[in-house]
């Protein structure tokens, strides 16, 4: 984990971000619509990289003073269970430690190891 490091996104990540949410099946993640994420000044994109090789990945959207909303955070299969989630919540809740931090996830087992707890249940209006 040493050789791991933690970094914000830039736009020469598109290919590799683009890579995560693909493994992941994620097919509404278009090359444009990342390239636009990145560019985003309303949401902020961190990075895992390993070798030259990002491996895991965290977008969040926040005020600065009261919220905080997880977008997504993805870890490479082949880096799982090795504490990179958790590390990504840490790096947000380091950076934002005034604000509550909130998501809405169906990984629900790991969340919760992390200390998240329901608040009700989430909603989504789809385009």
Known sequence: MDNIMLRRASPSDLDGLLALYQA?????FTKEKVAAMLAA???????????GQIIGFARYITDG???TFVGEIIIAKSH????LGRRLIEEIQSRLPATRIELASEEDGF???????PIGSALRLRK
């Open 24 to 28: 992941e099946q994620w097919t509404n």
């Open 41 to 51: 000044t309303a949401s902020v994109c961190l990075v895992l990289e390993e070798a």
């Open 65 to 67: 003073v009261e919220m």
């Open 80 to 83: 799982r269970r090795q504490g």
């Open 111 to 117: 969340y919760k190891a992390l200390g998240f707890v």
